[in-house]
């Protein structure tokens, strides 16, 4: 089993970071630049953790798959980053953020690490300011805010709908600045296939050069893994299309342990799918529910009509008969569980039946159409160009999509893993948003990790490193992970199979989504424990990767990251089976109050489930790390 | 309605560039695909294509792609003659199938510019927008050294232009639209953003003529105000950025040229 020692420090909770900082080991300032760090990723979290360690005088090597850091995912995020500035003086604070991170993950966080989030939230405003991130300004020139869900101040800093994208940009141009000066080595094309262990550390990674197809071994003193989030194992997700659980799937078979990997969020506003041939669902700002009305016809028959030509009374606005006092603002997994209910029963609309009416006339009755222009026009176009619908005149049409995870590699208070020398950073590891995650916390959190955690813990482990102790790439350990990774390499290409890999992970999506999607029961999940197997069998057996291993070669890249995200699945559904609870975005049919909320159960389950790999097709190891809230109160979530 | 607009399916042709790898010879394949649903974007055409491909034994066209919302700019295709295609304002990933007719034909070609070499059939290698960024393209500031975010006001209106100019994705249509494969749009875009707020006063100067200089020094042409590049940029990026360089680079070659030679000495606190 596992060690899993949180390293929470002890004391009052408003000073634990700062005492921690204190008491940690530095590395002499001479001594940095003898240790080299290998950061694999290069979004929020990967960027501004990269170029940090290289400022402080580390020796930096940054790997992406991407062909430069700055297409990471995270320039996709569109609605802004918390911070606790209460610059509005609406009341806002550290302690303010931090309980309501708390209780949006439902309970299911470390209050020491959310604390430390909310704490250091103000300093990536001003680190991002300096680095001329243009955030919106008011009239005299200060910052302005928004407000966002689970929140009752506004606390959100946003650069029109393309926050990540200058947030990232921020950290690419600290980034490419160290790179200028030499201090970070940058690999781009370049694919992190497996981590190398010595003697129980992480020393090291092997990469694919996606270009080349060249295979390199690098060793390292230590190795930061920042590479995102693995919704795509759904398939269909909001996710861009290379976002991949490979680097981190890797490292758990190397011994990291998984945490908590069945919390997933669901947004609720998503276009939906149109067609088998779909390779991505965009997501509608959550803002759009506050002046649309969400409805299906009460009947079946009327499905396919003109949602015009379906009188008032032939309407069922569900959300508003079933959680009447939160209408259509109720929270994200409520409505998003609810609509599938509604399109269960047979009542979705549009080409697949898998969608919902968003409904603006009453609003434009109501305001006129210039002023719901005004608000939500960029979205109303958004939505023209993919559906050449009119908003204006039809009502949208949406479903939820799957968002975020949660879960992801455990780490401890420091954010290494339980294999000493793997630190984890942003949404690859499993630490800050419990259950759910509130909208405009990933951000932070990647940031936070990025430029202001990580560059004062990883100095603790590396102090117990002597300087130049780190092996050579010729040791046998990384001659191993190489070989492991050519053979699997060769195996996909030799497979003699006939279906191409897309094929394969839209089965894979379809079986999550039944099974491990929105609602979850222990007989769906028995079944999707079932298909799995059977389905990484087929992979094996009957894929078809054409072309070579020495050239781009993108059909071999998605093989290896699908046949990675087939035995995430497996893992996902067992964790999900085995929490039986309901807590924030995993929610079991079995486990709720009459009103559709999550029924906790703190007893048995205040934990996180940090899982051990055993072996492809063995049963893993649940290692528990139990969540001892000191501070706040665990309760029933309340948002009415 | 609804239902009426998504039945309808067309067929259509695609001519696309295959080319094994950077220094072999290249052609055109044509690739027929039936029975698309109109909602399809031109990325999905591509998948549906390249799975079919694979069935039948061969190797599937490899293209650039993360996204598919417009704000990573990783697709990177030419098609019938235009970067990111016939629409103003979008990316290549926001094509879609409704925008063609039944039974086009279509061409469908990577970026053409000298610093862009191919790497493999639709797919270039733009590494060098990153070499310009490294350049200078930053605002020096160590994590930490930073004043609290509200101590400098920044004037609404300078806020909103930067924001004009930082939305560029850093796609290179802008070089490839342009006939000396010039990348000012994309070198201005940066230089005004940061060259509009306060925070990015200090290393103005030395930023624009290390972005410019670096820029020429990879091989993209000079600018000769043809302004196909804004026309061809999926966020419409205006070329008054570029005029904007312009005056920066002037000033800055001026008074780089009077410098007190104690600034040039390195040494400073
Ligand atoms: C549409 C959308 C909107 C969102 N909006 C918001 C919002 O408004 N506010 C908010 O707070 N959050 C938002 N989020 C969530 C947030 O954007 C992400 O959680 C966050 O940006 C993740 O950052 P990251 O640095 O952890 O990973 P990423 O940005 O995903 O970066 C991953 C990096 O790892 C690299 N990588 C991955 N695997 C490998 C490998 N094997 N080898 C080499 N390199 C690898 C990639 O190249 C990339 O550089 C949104 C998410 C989506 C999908
Ligand atoms: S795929 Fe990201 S911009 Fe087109």
Same mark, same amino acid.
């Given at each position: 089993?596992?060690?899993?020692d949180s390293?929470?420090?002890?004391?009052?909770?408003?000073d634990k970071?700062?005492?921690?900082?204190?008491?940690?080991?530095?590395?002499?300032p @001479?001594?940095?630049?003898k240790?080299e760090?290998i950061v694999v990723?290069?979004?929020? @979290?990967g960027?501004?953790a990269?170029?940090?360690?290289?400022?402080l005088g580390?020796?930096?090597?940054?790997f992406?798959?991407h062909d430069?850091?700055r297409?990471?995912?995270s320039?996709? @995020?569109?609605?802004?980053?918390n911070?606790?500035?209460?610059?509005?003086n609406?009341?806002?604070?550290v302690?303010?953020?931090?309980?309501?991170?708390?209780?949006?993950g439902?309970?299911r966080?470390?209050?020491?690490?959310?604390?430390?989030?909310a704490?250091v939230?103000?300093?990536?405003?001003?680190?991002c300011?300096?680095?001329?991130?243009?955030f919106?300004?008011?009239?005299?020139?200060l910052?302005?805010?928004?407000?966002?869900?689970?929140a009752?101040v506004?606390?959100?800093?946003?650069a029109?709908?393309?926050t990540?994208q200058q947030?990232?940009?921020?950290?690419y141009s600290?980034?490419?600045?160290?790179v200028?000066?030499?201090?970070?080595e940058?690999?781009?094309n370049?694919?992190?296939t497996?981590?190398?262990?010595?003697?129980g550390q992480?020393?090291?990674?092997i990469?694919?050069?996606l270009?080349?197809g060249e295979?390199?071994r690098?060793?390292?003193?230590a190795?930061?893994?920042?590479?995102g989030g693995y919704?795509n194992?759904?398939n269909l997700? $909001?996710?861009?299309?290379?976002?991949n659980v490979?680097a981190?799937?890797?490292?758990?078979?190397?011994?990291?342990?998984?945490?908590?990997?069945c919390?997933?969020?669901?947004?609720?506003t998503?276009?939906p799918?149109?067609?088998d041939?779909?390779?991505?669902?965009?997501?509608?700002?959550e803002?759009?529910?506050?002046d649309?009305r969400?409805?299906v016809?009460?009947?079946?028959?009327?499905?396919?009509?003109?949602p015009?030509?379906? @009188?008032?009374?032939?309407?069922?606005?569900?959300?508003e008969?079933?959680?009447?006092s939160?209408?259509?603002?109720?929270?994200?997994?409520?409505a998003?569980?609810a609509?599938?209910?509604?399109?269960d029963?047979?009542r979705?609309?549009?080409?697949?039946?898998?969608?919902?009416?968003?409904?603006?006339?009453d609003a434009?009755?109501?305001?006129?159409?210039?002023?719901?222009?005004?608000?939500?026009?960029?979205l109303?176009?958004?939505y023209?160009e993919?559906?050449?619908?009119?908003?204006?005149? $039809?009502?949208m049409?949406?479903?939820?999509?799957?968002?975020?995870?949660?879960?992801?590699?455990?780490?401890?208070?420091?954010l290494?893993?339980?294999?000493p020398g793997l630190?984890?950073?942003?949404?690859?590891?499993?630490?800050?948003?419990?259950?759910n995650?509130?909208?405009?916390?990933a951000?932070?959190?990647?940031?936070?990790?990025?430029?202001?955690v990580v560059?004062?813990t990883?100095?603790d482990y590396?102090?117990?490193q002597?300087?130049?102790?780190?092996?050579?790439?010729d040791?046998p350990?990384?001659?191993?992970?190489?070989?492991?990774v050519?053979a699997? $390499?060769?195996r996909?290409?030799?497979a003699?199979?006939?279906?191409p890999?897309s094929?394969?992970?839209?089965?894979l999506?379809?079986i999550?989504?039944?099974?491990?999607g929105?609602a979850r029961t222990?007989?769906?999940?028995?079944?999707?424990?079932?298909?799995?197997?059977?389905?990484?069998e087929?992979?094996?057996a009957?894929?078809k990767v054409?072309?070579s291993?020495?050239?781009l070669?993108?059909a071999?890249e998605?093989?290896?990251?699908v046949?990675?995200?087939?035995?995430?699945?497996e893992?996902?559904c067992?964790?999900?089976l085995?929490?039986e609870?309901?807590?924030?975005g995993h929610?079991?049919?079995e486990?709720q109050?009459?009103?559709?909320e999550?029924?906790?159960?703190?007893?048995?389950?205040?934990?996180?489930?940090?899982?051990?790999f055993?072996g492809?097709?063995q049963?893993?190891l649940?290692?528990?790390?139990?969540?001892?809230y000191?501070?706040?109160?665990?309760?029933v979530?309340?948002y009415? | 309605?609804v239902?009426?607009?998504s039945n309808?399916t067309i067929?259509?042709t695609l001519r696309?560039?295959?080319?094994a790898?950077?220094?072999?010879?290249g052609?055109?394949?044509?690739y027929?695909?039936?029975?698309l649903n109109?909602?399809?974007?031109?990325?999905?055409?591509l998948d549906?294509i390249?799975?079919?491909?694979?069935?039948?034994?061969?190797?599937?066209?490899?293209?650039?792609?993360?996204?598919?919302?417009?704000i990573?700019? &990783?697709?990177?295709?030419?098609i019938d003659g235009?970067?990111?295609?016939p629409?103003r304002?979008?990316?290549?990933?926001q094509?879609?199938?409704?925008?063609f007719?039944?039974?086009?034909?279509? &061409?469908?070609?990577p970026?053409r510019?000298?610093?862009f070499?191919?790497?493999?059939?639709?797919v270039?290698?733009?590494?060098?927008?990153?070499?310009?960024?490294?350049s200078?393209?930053?605002?020096?500031?160590? &994590?930490?050294?930073?004043p609290?975010?509200?101590?400098?006001?920044?004037?609404k209106?300078?806020?909103?232009l930067?924001?004009?100019?930082a939305?560029c994705?850093?796609?290179?249509?802008?070089?490839?639209?342009?006939?000396n494969?010039?990348a000012m749009?994309?070198?201005?875009?940066?230089v005004?953003?940061?060259?509009?707020?306060?925070?990015?006063?200090p290393?103005?100067?030395?930023?624009v003529?290390?972005?410019v200089n670096?820029?020429?020094?990879l091989?993209f042409?000079?600018?000769?105000?043809q302004?196909?590049?804004?026309?061809?940029c999926?966020?419409l990026?205006?070329?008054?950025?570029?005029a904007?360089?312009?005056?920066?680079?002037?000033?800055?070659?001026?008074?780089?040229a009077?410098?007190?030679?104690s600034?040039?000495?390195?040494?400073?606190?």
């Amino acid at each position: 089993m596992a060690k899993l020692d949180s390293k929470i420090p002890s004391g009052p909770l408003a000073d634990k970071w700062r005492k921690h900082k204190t008491e940690i080991k530095l590395v002499n300032p @001479a001594n940095k630049r003898k240790y080299e760090i290998i950061v694999v990723g290069a979004g929020l @979290a990967g960027a501004s953790a990269a170029a940090t360690l290289a400022e402080l005088g580390y020796k930096v090597k940054s790997f992406v798959f991407h062909d430069s850091p700055r297409r990471a995912h995270s320039i996709a @995020a569109q609605g802004g980053i918390n911070a606790a500035k209460n610059y509005q003086n609406d009341g806002d604070s550290v302690y303010r953020l931090f309980y309501d991170t708390i209780k949006g993950g439902d309970y299911r966080a470390r209050e020491a690490n959310v604390h430390r989030l909310a704490e250091v939230s103000v300093n990536i405003i001003d680190q991002c300011v300096a680095q001329g991130v243009p955030f919106a300004r008011e009239y005299g020139g200060l910052l302005a805010n928004r407000s966002f869900g689970g929140a009752q101040v506004s606390r959100t800093f946003y650069a029109r709908g393309q926050t990540g994208q200058q947030l990232l940009l921020g950290a690419y141009s600290a980034l490419s600045r160290m790179v200028g000066q030499g201090a970070v080595e940058l690999f781009t094309n370049e694919e992190m296939t497996d981590l190398v262990v010595v003697n129980g550390q992480a020393k090291g990674i092997i990469t694919r050069n996606l270009v080349t197809g060249e295979l390199r071994r690098w060793a390292a003193d230590a190795v930061i893994l920042a590479t995102g989030g693995y919704g795509n194992v759904f398939n269909l997700s $909001t996710y861009a299309r290379g976002s991949n659980v490979t680097a981190i799937w890797r490292a758990y078979k190397r011994g990291a342990c998984f945490g908590n990997p069945c919390y997933t969020q669901i947004h609720p506003t998503c276009i939906p799918v149109t067609g088998d041939y779909q390779s991505k669902l965009t997501l509608m700002s959550e803002s759009l529910r506050n002046d649309g009305r969400i409805w299906v016809p009460k009947r079946k028959e009327d499905c396919r009509k003109d949602p015009a030509s379906i @009188a008032e009374e032939d309407r069922d606005y569900y959300l508003e008969r079933m959680y009447p006092s939160f209408g259509n603002l109720a929270p994200r997994d409520i409505a998003s569980r609810a609509a599938k209910r509604v399109c269960d029963e047979g009542r979705g609309i549009g080409e697949t039946g898998l969608g919902v009416y968003l409904d603006f006339s009453d609003a434009i009755n109501r305001l006129g159409e210039p002023a719901v222009r005004e608000r939500y026009g960029n979205l109303f176009d958004i939505y023209h160009e993919i559906t050449n619908e009119n908003a204006y005149k $039809t009502p949208m049409r949406i479903y939820p999509a799957v968002h975020y995870t949660m879960g992801g590699l455990w780490v401890d208070y420091n954010l290494m893993s339980n294999v000493p020398g793997l630190f984890v950073l942003g949404e690859a590891n499993f630490s800050d948003h419990g259950a759910n995650r509130l909208g405009a916390s990933a951000l932070m959190q990647g940031l936070a990790d990025g430029y202001f955690v990580v560059p004062y813990t990883i100095g603790d482990y590396l102090a117990g490193q002597k300087p130049g102790s780190r092996p050579s790439p010729d040791a046998p350990e990384f001659k191993e992970a190489e070989a492991n990774v050519r053979a699997m $390499t060769q195996r996909l290409l030799s497979a003699k199979g006939t279906q191409p890999v897309s094929h394969f992970h839209k089965r894979l999506g379809q079986i999550m989504w039944n099974y491990c999607g929105m609602a979850r029961t222990k007989e769906g999940l028995q079944k999707a424990l079932q298909e799995l197997p059977k389905l990484r069998e087929e992979f094996w057996a009957s894929v078809k990767v054409p072309g070579s291993a020495d050239t781009l070669n993108q059909a071999l890249e998605n093989a290896g990251r699908v046949a990675d995200f087939i035995e995430l699945g497996e893992l996902m559904c067992l964790d999900a089976l085995t929490r039986e609870e309901s807590c924030g975005g995993h929610f079991r049919e079995e486990y709720q109050y009459p009103d559709g909320e999550c029924k906790r159960d703190d007893e048995k389950f205040g934990h996180v489930a940090a899982w051990e790999f055993q072996g492809v097709g063995q049963p893993p190891l649940r290692n528990v790390e139990p969540l001892n809230y000191e501070f706040v109160k665990m309760s029933v979530r309340n948002y009415k | 309605m609804v239902a009426e607009a998504s039945n309808k399916t067309i067929s259509v042709t695609l001519r696309v560039w295959r080319q094994a790898g950077p220094n072999q010879p290249g052609r055109f394949v044509d690739y027929t695909a039936k029975d698309l649903n109109t909602n399809m974007s031109f990325l999905e055409l591509l998948d549906v294509i390249n799975d079919d491909i694979t069935r039948g034994g061969g190797e599937p066209i490899a293209f650039a792609h993360d996204c598919r919302e417009g704000i990573c700019g &990783t697709c990177s295709l030419v098609i019938d003659g235009k970067p990111h295609g016939p629409h103003r304002g979008v990316a290549s990933c926001q094509t879609y199938v409704r925008s063609f007719e039944d039974g086009a034909v279509i &061409t469908v070609e990577p970026f053409r510019a000298r610093p862009f070499p191919v790497v493999k059939d639709l797919v270039t290698d733009r590494a060098a927008f990153d070499k310009i960024q490294q350049s200078g393209g930053y605002i020096s500031v160590r &994590t930490g050294a930073a004043p609290d975010a509200n101590a400098i006001a920044v004037p609404k209106e300078d806020a909103e232009l930067a924001m004009d100019a930082a939305a560029c994705i850093g796609c290179g249509a802008c070089v490839a639209a342009c006939k000396n494969a010039s990348a000012m749009l994309f070198v201005a875009a940066k230089v005004s953003h940061l060259g509009l707020v306060p925070q990015g006063q200090p290393e103005r100067d030395k930023r624009v003529l290390a972005m410019v200089n670096t820029a020429d020094a990879l091989g993209f042409g000079s600018c000769t105000n043809q302004y196909e590049c804004s026309a061809a940029c999926p966020k419409l990026i205006s070329h008054d950025f570029i005029a904007r360089l312009n005056r920066d680079y002037i000033g800055a070659t001026f008074r780089t040229a009077f410098t007190p030679a104690s600034a040039n000495t390195g040494g400073g606190a």
